[in-house]
């Protein structure tokens, strides 16, 4: 178990605001979106990245809660260090293809 105190607590009320749920709630729908593509046929159809337009729009939108949440990890930086870096990491994900 890890023990924040004295000015590194200060940063920690903050961080868990009502902001931070409504990226995490657009976190987890364009990792969804990335994932699943529903068709005409399946509602749930893994999203096999031959739709370039949809998948420019989830990456459009990983970049755009990328610049949102580079705040927030600087404020987590400031409080626990193993998060620098975070920003540089990448958040685009790679179709499967192209990890081959």
């Known amino acids: ?3 924040i105190t004295g000015e ?17 709630a657009r976190m987890l729908n364009a990792t969804i979106d990335w994932q699943i ?3 005409a046929d ?3 159809a893994t999203n096999d990245h031959s739709d370039a337009g949809w998948d420019a729009q989830v990456l459009d939108e990983f970049e755009a809660l990328g ?3 580079a705040p927030l990890a600087q404020r987590l930086t400031n409080v626990l ?8 990491r990448g958040l685009r994900p790679q179709p499967s293809s192209a990890r081959l």
Not at 11 to 21: C, F, H, L, M, V
Not at 81 to 88: I, K, Y
């Open 37 to 39: 593509r529903p068709t």
């Open 1 to 3: 178990m890890c023990h």
């Open 67 to 69: 610049v949102e949440l």
């Open 81 to 88: 260090t193993r998060f620098e870096g975070m920003r540089h």
């Open 8 to 24: 590194a607590r200060q940063g920690i009320p903050s961080i868990a605001a009502g902001a931070a749920d409504a990226l995490d």
């Open 42 to 44: 399946e509602a749930f």
